[in-house]
């Protein structure tokens, strides 16, 4: 017999899209209810059964502001990596609650995206939705990589070496010319 006492839980749980709980996390223009979809969530708990809302791959990889993705866009090697480390933790749930003699009752996810739908998912052949021809400007900011490398080497506490950016956008200078300036920056550098 348990030594465990029982209390009110059902044991019963359905595993759900992130979106389903919380509307901002759709990608733009596809969101059909302002927060949460209030019917499922009152379906769900007409039946006792308690919900595990999964994480957005998108959101955490791309974004709030990620345009439509595609089959084609997301059915990379590191896009399937990034969600297979998602999926383990998803498990490790499902898995613990297997343990406990938990019900899993279903997986609820949206059907037609191109990262968690189930019968269908997104495609489009070159790429994704919307942007033909976005605005470009150049902001005088490092980019995220380099951000991210800057930081682990100040937090390491790692000597800054000089960083050169070559000007390989303008297009006013020729291949010559920017390996000229470099040239002579790596000498003064190393003159140093
Ligand atoms: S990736 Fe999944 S959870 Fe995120 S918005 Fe799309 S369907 Fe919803």
Redesign the pocket.
């Known amino acids: 017999m348990s030594e465990r006492n029982e209390d009110m839980r059902s044991k019963r749980v359905v595993f759900v899209?992130?979106?389903i709980l919380n509307a901002n996390?759709?990608?733009r223009e596809f969101a059909r209810y302002p927060g949460m979809f209030s019917q499922i969530v009152s379906t769900l708990d007409k039946h006792d059964v308690g919900i595990q809302q999964?994480p957005?791959?998108?959101?955490l990889y791309a974004g709030n502001l990620r345009w439509w993705g595609s089959r084609e866009l997301y059915d990379n090697v590191g896009f399937r990596r990034f969600c297979r480390e998602m999926a383990k933790q998803t498990a490790d749930y499902m898995e613990n609650y297997e343990i406990a003699g938990y019900q899993t009752v279903a997986i609820l996810?949206?059907d037609g995206?191109p990262?968690?739908g189930y019968t269908i998912s997104s495609s489009y052949e070159n790429g994704g939705g919307h942007p033909a021809e976005p605005v470009r400007s150049l902001k005088p900011l490092p980019g995220v990589y380099m951000g991210q490398l800057l930081e682990e080497m100040e937090s390491r506490g790692l000597k800054m070496p000089p960083i050169y950016g070559l000007p390989m956008d303008n297009r006013d200078k020729t291949n010559e010319e920017i390996i000229a300036d470099f040239d002579l920056f790596l000498a003064r550098t190393i003159q140093k």
């Open positions: 899209s992130n979106c996390n759709k990608v999964m957005c791959p998108e959101v996810v949206c995206s990262t968690c």
